[in-house]
């Protein structure tokens, strides 16, 4: 009965330190968001920022325009297959502008589980249309010649 509860003691001895641990964990944490909310604060004005850049292109009508930013997929589109084949899908920003993206599944990935509701991270070339605009080049060039953009889906970054 002894042995019983000594590795009773054991056990319980091992959760408290899990516990303890995990508590200065989540204090040391807080501590730091406290101290530094121009980490919280930077991320906010990036998501502005690149809201800000494609309202500004829509509004000018501007093209070739390389931005980045965050959308949630809002429709999933048939795939374009004539010539270079292309993952189409719209997405919708946090300032309510929509663009469509463009994603050429003959030099990159394609998003396989992309459903609607999704966030999607990407970086690319702006192209106006009436409809809020384009994101095309979210892929690497093979040549070398014009940057090279990307898409990112549930931690996975699509180039």
């Known amino acids: 009965m002894t042995d019983f509860i000594k590795r009773d003691n054991r056990v319980a001895r091992y959760n408290m330190k899990i516990i303890v641990i995990l508590i200065a964990i ?18 906010a004005e990036q998501s502005t920022t690149s809201d800000h850049a494609l309202a500004s292109a829509f509004e000018n009508r501007k093209s070739n325009v390389q931005v ?27 300032s309510g502008q929509t663009l469509l993206v463009s994603h050429n599944i003959d030099l990159a990935p394609r998003i396989n589980s992309l459903q609607k509701g999704d966030t999607v991270n990407f970086y690319g070339e702006y192209e106006w249309n009436s ?7 979210t892929h690497h060039d093979p040549k070398g010649n014009h940057v090279s953009g990307w898409l990112k889906h549930n931690g996975v970054t699509y180039q």
């Open 26 to 43: 989540v204090f040391s944490l807080y501590g730091y968001l406290q101290n530094n909310t121009d980490f919280i604060q930077s991320y």
């Open 68 to 94: 980045g930013g965050s959308g949630v997929v809002i429709r999933n589109l048939a795939d374009d297959t004539n010539g270079s084949r292309h993952q189409k899908f719209i997405l919708k920003l946090s």
């Open 131 to 137: 409809k809020g605009g384009v994101i095309h080049w």
